[in-house]
């Protein structure tokens, strides 16, 4: 039985994107979470790379059951996702490495580091139209949004690139809770349907949830 968008359809019509193309660079918390959000929202077309495996410190914060421990989390979000949605053509990229060429209209990034966002973007950006960079720490997140094809945005996200050393450095038992990554993949879904509908988006958004703060730019 196909899926029927009746109830979404004036908000965002996914049969305009059929063919489109994601790329999810970093399938765990975040990556995870935003892959099935999408999948729910009528996108078709996915290549997920990530070289890590389930472990059972993830099942609190990301989009897998206990079955999938010890499973790559490629596999694990391929099976979920279908699970939910049969439709859905999801690629098996592995691990990013820099001999990798990323091809897609949209690249995702929902990575641990910095070098792997570095890495990432130097891969995709003279082939992918739209990028949306998402960073978490704790209670906090932040989203970058660019088009790719924007000279001013491509300059003002490559500022944000710094080094890992520059990285706030948090606590392991502060890295990560399932209300921010819950609230980071929906916002990352919101600002794709903004940039694929033409629609005005903030180029950063920025939400501190433990003192309820919301930036933007």
Not at 14 to 19: A, I, L
Not at 55 to 72: A, G, R, T, V, Y
Not at 125 to 132: A, E, F, M, P, V
Not at 163 to 188: F, Q
Request: proline share 2%.
């Amino acid at each position: 039985m196909r899926t029927n968008y009746i109830r979404q359809l004036t908000i965002f019509n996914p049969n305009d994107y059929k063919n489109l193309e994601i790329s999810i660079v970093g399938c765990g918390s975040v990556g995870s979470f935003t892959t099935l959000a999408l999948a729910k929202m009528g996108m078709k077309n996915f290549s997920l790379w990530d070289f890590d495996k389930v472990k059972n410190h993830n099942l609190p914060n990301q989009f897998f059951m206990e079955k999938h421990i010890n499973s790559d989390k490629t596999k694990a979000l391929i099976n979920l996702v279908h699970s939910f949605t049969s439709d859905v053509k999801l690629k098996n990229k592995g691990k990013l490495t820099k001999d990798s060429i990323i091809i897609s209209d949209v690249v995702i990034l929902t990575t641990d580091t910095m070098a792997s966002r570095k890495l990432a973007y130097e891969k995709s950006k003279l082939i992918s139209r739209y990028l949306i960079d998402a960073r978490m720490g704790g209670q906090v997140m932040v989203i970058y949004t660019v088009d790719l094809k924007n000279p001013e945005q491509v300059k003002d996200y490559e500022k944000t690139l710094h080094s890992d050393k520059e990285a706030e450095d948090i606590k392991c038992t502060e890295r990560s809770i399932i209300y921010n990554v819950l609230g980071i993949g929906s916002m990352i879904c919101n600002q794709l349907k903004k940039q694929l509908n033409k629609e005005t988006y903030p180029f950063m958004l920025s939400l501190d949830y433990h003192n309820l703060i919301l930036l933007k730019q």
